[in-house]
């Protein structure tokens, strides 16, 4: 197993629920976009399901038949704290489903196709539990430009210069548009669309963010302490009067189909 894929499951099973505690008030929300792909009677899995934020959603929308797997034992117990015994979810990795071919409508993944290597073994397993005519969604992290500069285009750049020990995470194609068509080019109908979510907050709420990043999480706790002061000063400059930051994160929305007839 990739050494990367051991230092993200402890990294999950200490802090579940990071991504959720970010994404649920990003606009627009990216849960709810990846939710609307599901059709009443669908069968879904959300892949890297996480706490179970998208599970919840998928539930609020009425869709019964939806299963979610994550390789983060501390995941999965927050998602059934959060979503009863009744829901199914099942520890395992994205690059061996324990699902039979065809099993599924629909495939939604949030915010994790980026950090799973081998990647391509990732999305073989996708097609082949997805029916012949079903669908891919997922919201992949990436390096994209933002408008302006806001609080966390200058967190990126007082982050670069930053040493760090441990792994490297994912593949380096998911990053970008080109990569990531190369990577998809099994499916068929791909549509991939960069947008900004919008995370802003104050101070606090933004370095909360920060400090659940895996890169920070990665610093001894005196370097954290110099670089939020440093950043609580870059961001004076940019302070609304409501006490508000702005502060977006650019993702791309994916969507593919797997062939109908194969
Ligand atoms: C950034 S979190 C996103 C969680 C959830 N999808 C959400 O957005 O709230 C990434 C998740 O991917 C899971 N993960 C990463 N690599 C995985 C793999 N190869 N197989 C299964 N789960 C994986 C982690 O355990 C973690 O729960």
């Not at 009744?86 to 196709?113: K, M, W, Y």
């Amino acid at each position: 197993m990739d050494p990367s894929e051991i230092w993200l499951r402890r990294w999950h099973d200490v802090r579940p629920g990071a991504t959720s505690r970010a994404f649920l008030r990003g606009k627009p929300s990216t849960y709810e976009w990846l939710a609307d792909h599901a059709r009443p009677g669908d069968r879904v899995l959300d892949l890297a399901c996480g706490d179970g934020a998208l599970l919840s959603l998928l539930r609020s929308y009425g869709i019964q038949s939806a299963v979610g797997i994550d390789m983060s034992e501390g995941e999965l117990a927050a998602a059934r704290a959060r979503l009863g015994q009744e829901a199914i979810l099942v520890q395992g990795r994205a690059q061996a489903l324990p699902f039979e071919d065809s099993s599924f409508d629909l495939v939604t993944c949030h915010l994790a196709l980026m950090l799973m290597r081998p990647v391509e073994e990732v999305l073989a397993e996708v097609r082949r539990v997805l029916r012949p005519g079903g669908t891919f969604a997922a919201v992949v992290g990436g390096r994209i430009a933002a408008p302006t500069e806001d609080a966390w285009t200058m967190l990126v750049r007082r982050l670069r210069e930053e040493p760090f020990e441990g792994p490297s995470i994912g593949d380096p194609r998911t990053y970008g548009e080109e990569g990531l068509r190369e990577l998809l080019q099994p499916f068929v109908n791909v549509r991939i669309e960069p947008i900004h979510v919008d995370l802003s907050g104050t101070p606090d709420e933004v370095l909360a963010l920060f400090r659940e990043t895996y890169d920070v999480t990665r610093m001894v706790p005196a370097r954290v302490s110099v670089l939020e002061e440093a950043l609580r000063a870059d961001w004076q400059a940019l302070l609304r009067p409501d006490g508000m930051l702005p502060c977006s994160m650019g993702v791309r929305r994916i969507t593919a189909a797997t062939e109908a007839f194969r």
